[in-house]
């Protein structure tokens, strides 16, 4: 259950309407790291959390609180539009006030179709995706993702800050950025709790390393032409997982053979000259492979 209340977190009072800066601020509403991406990431990772206690209780807290970011930005959006165009910005375009809007830079469809309110849209009028969310069920990749889409919005947060110059706007502004200064410093902090609960270790997921081909998890490939990739700390040393060693591949070579697709079908006209070979028939079976068809002649039972 959700209870919405009439109140804002904090205070949205433009000093006067700026229907450009509202095509900008937009941005902070749908765009990839928007406040509508880290609402729908954390509700999502919430409600998937399969455990009870602190960490879905955080994230929940913290997803709730997201949701009236969106509303904060949406009504600060909706006053900036307040009146326009008729404005400043837009005084000295001429004809039709939705002519004179997009002259002015103001975005048409918030005149059109939102009838002056924010949209669920970035700040080029492209809608909010659905995949921009991230949550994978597993906590320490989904904390880290948090930490990343908190420090992109933070920095598109800061770029705004300096594109305006109405004290109000810049109130909420600096009201967001210490929220996402606080999300950034608690997401890290909760990556080093699930550490230290044993819950997860530091490469995620904490499980296949035997079975991986662990030679090809110390040394970071050469291969382009900056000559000082080997002076960071990450080419030395011990890995941050304390279980593999960092080094450096100066001349690494390919471990594979020269790349080639398999015949095409005809069907599918591919322009080809024959040089691979006649394709291979169509047979059913064979997506199973040839240890699926090992497994099917040692046990049969498809519920096995």
Known sequence: ??????????????????????HKLQELIGGAYGEMTVTMQYLMQGWNCRMKGKYKDLI????????????????MIARLLEGAPATDSTKNAAGDPVVAAVLGGMDPQQAIVSGGGAMLANSNGVPWNGSYIVASGNLLADFRSNAAVESQGRLQTAR?????????VKDMLRFNLARDTYHQNLWLAAIEELKADGLEDTIAPDDLLDDEHTEHATSLWHLSDGPDADKGGWAHGTAPDGKHEMGFLADPQPLGD?????????????TYDGALGEPSKPAFGTEKGVMGKIKDAVDPDPTG
């Open 258 to 270: 020269k790349q080639s697709g398999p015949p095409p079908d005809p069907k599918l006209y591919a």
């Open 1 to 22: 259950m959700f209870r919405h209340t009439d109140y804002l977190q904090f205070d949205v009072k433009p000093e006067k309407p700026d229907p450009v800066y509202a």
């Open 160 to 168: 705004l800050f300096h594109m305006t110059d109405d004290p109000g």
């Open 60 to 75: 929940m807290d913290i997803a709730t609180e997201e949701m009236g970011h969106v509303e904060m930005i949406a009504t």
